[in-house]
């Protein structure tokens, strides 16, 4: 099955997510203290796509999501988890292509980046961070295709 990620229209300074894979579903609302997660998921997209291990912490206040990503070659590890009251509960973990596990986070970004968010409602969002990721995300489908 297909992975789906989903970010919604940020109010407030939280931002709706919904991840579902197979049989799994998590929906949560992440704040954007103390951390922009936004920016940490583009870091760690292009870090993983590079062959370095990133994560991105979610805030729910108290507690977080914690998204891990890996790859071994062509095949990338996204492993779930969720940190409260100083302990860490995993959730799951996906594996899959390029294409499985990168692509429907970065379509996630590019869509978000098309609504009119205020800042009172979510950080300003990094034009640039996103125009780098995109060429990063075209320079690897060029590279599959030779």
């Known amino acids: 099955m297909k992975l789906n990620f989903t970010i919604a229209k940020p109010a407030h300074g939280w931002l709706p997510i919904t991840l579902k894979w197979e049989d799994f579903e998590l929906a949560f609302e992440a704040s954007d203290v103390p951390n922009n ?3 940490e998921l583009m870091t760690a997209l292009q870090l993983v796509m590079n062959g370095i291990a990133s994560e991105v912490e979610f805030h729910l206040e108290p507690a977080w999501y914690v998204f891990k990503f890996s790859n071994a070659g062509t095949l990338y590890h ?3 988890s969720k940190k ?3 302990k860490i509960h ?3 973990t996906i594996k899959g292509s390029f ?3 990168i692509m429907p986070f970065y ?3 590019k869509k978000m980046y098309h ?3 205020e800042e009172i409602d979510w950080p300003n969002l990094r034009e640039q961070s996103l125009v780098n990721l995109t060429t990063l995300i075209e320079a690897k ?3 599959s295709k030779d």
């Open 78 to 80: 996204l492993v779930l």
């Open 115 to 117: 609504y009119k968010i």
């Open 99 to 101: 294409e499985e596990i």
């Open 90 to 92: 995993s959730l799951t």
């Open 141 to 143: 489908k060029r590279k």
């Open 37 to 39: 997660c936004i920016d």
């Open 84 to 86: 409260s009251n100083g």
């Open 107 to 109: 379509r996630a970004l």
